[in-house]
């Protein structure tokens, strides 16, 4: 929980969720008349993210990550990697290649997964780059659901390479539905998805109990979501396609016996 509590409060920063002089900001020592300021906001938390390593964080929600930190042996790179991104997002709106995109969620995504290995004591080098395939894969997938949503916030994660093979412009993402070219786009990332998420898969027989568990519905919920947005005819600009329960709780049967 305190490891998710700084992921919240590090996207409500890069978001521009918080108040404007609200108490976030008060506590992070920026001043009222700048706590607009999101690249400001992100590095007054770093700064103070790095005295959580030396026991003098004044957010109360970074010194709740001390112990943590100390009984777990964390390292300061998996957060600073999501700060990163999110400054990232103050000042990249676009992405020319599917390996920008990728560069993107090393810092976005990955961290999560090694977080979640290294709280759990289940870290090795092979589980590593099986958890950094599936939190890409869940990363791309959530920008396929959210293409509407990030055009409104000025910020494209389809490929602007995949955009100019598929013939689609942006204007063609504001539509109210998508045309085939946009259709046939979604479809093809949403494959890249799906290897990822096959490739990053053994990692959930790899471990055992509750993290099992809990792999297993990171898993099976990116594959829902894929089976949904297939459902839609890959037409996601409408809103975001959901997929119900039964779908999921089958997809979790499915992943953790295995299979495909």
Not at 210 to 228: E, Y
């Amino acid at each position: 929980m305190a490891v998710y509590g700084f992921a919240r409060l590090v996207d409500d920063i890069g978001d521009g969720d918080l108040a404007p002089g609200g108490a976030d900001a008060r506590l992070l020592g920026v001043p009222a008349d700048r706590a607009e300021d999101r690249l400001l906001m992100l590095e007054a938390f770093e700064d103070d993210l790095r005295r959580v390593f030396d026991g003098t964080s004044r957010h109360p929600l970074l010194r709740r990550l001390q112990p943590t930190v100390r009984r777990r042996s964390l390292t300061p790179d998996p957060f600073l990697g999501l700060i990163a991104a999110n400054r990232q997002d103050q000042l990249v709106g676009r992405y020319e290649t599917y390996d920008d995109l990728l560069g993107y969620c090393e810092l976005s995504a990955n961290p999560v997964g090694r977080l979640v290995l290294a709280v759990t004591g289940t870290s090795t080098p092979e589980r590593i780059r099986r958890s950094d395939a599936i939190c890409t894969a869940l990363q791309i997938v959530e920008h396929l659901q959210d293409v509407a949503e990030d055009l409104g916030r000025d910020r494209v994660y389809l490929p602007a390479e995949d955009m100019k093979r598929f013939h689609v412009l942006e204007t063609d993402l504001a539509a109210p539905t998508a045309g085939a070219s946009v259709r046939a786009l979604i479809a093809y990332e949403a494959g890249r998805a799906r290897d990822l998420l096959d490739e990053g898969a053994p990692l959930v027989g790899s471990v055992h109990g509750r993290l099992r568990l809990l792999l297993a519905g990171f898993v099976a919920g990116g594959r829902a979501a894929l089976r949904a947005i297939a459902a839609a005819d890959h037409d996601v600009l409408p809103g975001p396609p959901k997929p119900g329960k039964v779908q999921l709780l089958r997809e979790v049967g499915v992943t953790l016996r295995g299979e495909r």
